[in-house]
């Protein structure tokens, strides 16, 4: 009975400091919330400064709801972005105890970089990608055999619309470090993603697709980027095996005297 309870124990622990981290982190996302909402109209009114660079200034909602619930989202997106840093703090509390020192000092680059690649992506998607599709969707307004076609976006439409763009832009980018992590997991390595690039670029299109709206432009916006970050994993993985190298070097020649 004694041993099944010192089995016991370490799940036990794990499980309790599981729940303290989850809770953190609902605590977190709640108050991130509740300040997000408060302002959610003013930050759905800087969401929507690239639809009035495209010459569109009216938003419409045809659901007595739709408006509300609009702005739910967008605190709700406003505060997954406010809380990322405490969320990722405390998902790093959680695994590190379990990790080795080494494994520490591997992994600590790839968690301060997520947020760094990831506003890169809704950077790009806000201030380039976004006008640029948006005045190309729009141009499709005018007479049409003598009927006038406009565009009257609805407010929860167009908060769609922004949310996949940032979204699908900024967890793009993160591409660089998942390819980073698999090479130091040793599931690939530099030839191979070197040998399977006509295939990484078919994926990055394939990809675009699956995250940006149904038009081309948009697409080559986000693929181009795609294929520049993979061949700068590719170029990352090569100044990391020469950095490997020299150190092996260094210890066999220490080992050596």
């Excluded at 950077?123 to 565009?151: C, H, I, N, R």
């Excluded at 698999?182 to 994926?203: D, F, H, M, N, W």
Aim: proline content about 5%; glycine content about 8%.
């Amino acid at each position: 009975m004694s041993d099944l309870d010192e089995t016991r124990a370490p799940l036990l622990d794990h499980l309790i400091e599981l729940r303290r981290r989850l809770l953190w982190s609902f605590l977190a996302l709640g108050g991130a919330f509740a300040l997000c909402f408060y302002f959610a109209r003013p930050i759905f009114g800087f969401l929507v400064q690239p639809l009035l660079a495209a010459g569109q200034g009216k938003l419409i909602y045809t659901d007595v709801f739709e408006a509300f619930f609009t702005e739910v989202k967008v605190g709700f997106f406003a505060a997954l972005m406010l809380s990322f840093p405490v969320l990722a703090t405390q998902l790093w509390r959680f695994v590190a105890p379990g990790l080795y020192a080494h494994e520490k000092r591997a992994f600590m680059p790839f968690l301060l970089l997520t947020p760094v690649l990831f506003g890169l992506g809704a950077a790009l998607a806000y201030y380039v990608a976004m006008p640029t599709a948006l005045e190309f969707l729009l141009g499709y307004e005018g007479d049409v055999g003598g009927a006038t076609q406009e565009a009257l976006p609805g407010v929860g439409n167009y908060l769609d619309f922004v949310t996949k763009f940032i979204f699908g832009f900024g967890v793009a980018f993160l591409l660089p470090i998942l390819i980073l992590l698999l090479e130091r997991a040793g599931v690939v390595t530099r030839a191979q993603l070197k040998g399977g690039r006509r295939y990484a670029i078919v994926g990055a299109f394939a990809l675009a697709a699956v995250l940006t709206p149904p038009d081309v432009v948009s697409q080559f916006m986000l693929a181009v980027p795609l294929v520049l970050l993979y061949e700068l994993s590719l170029v990352a993985i090569w100044l990391t095996e020469r950095r490997r190298a020299k150190s092996a070097s260094r210890s066999d020649a220490v080992g050596a005297d």
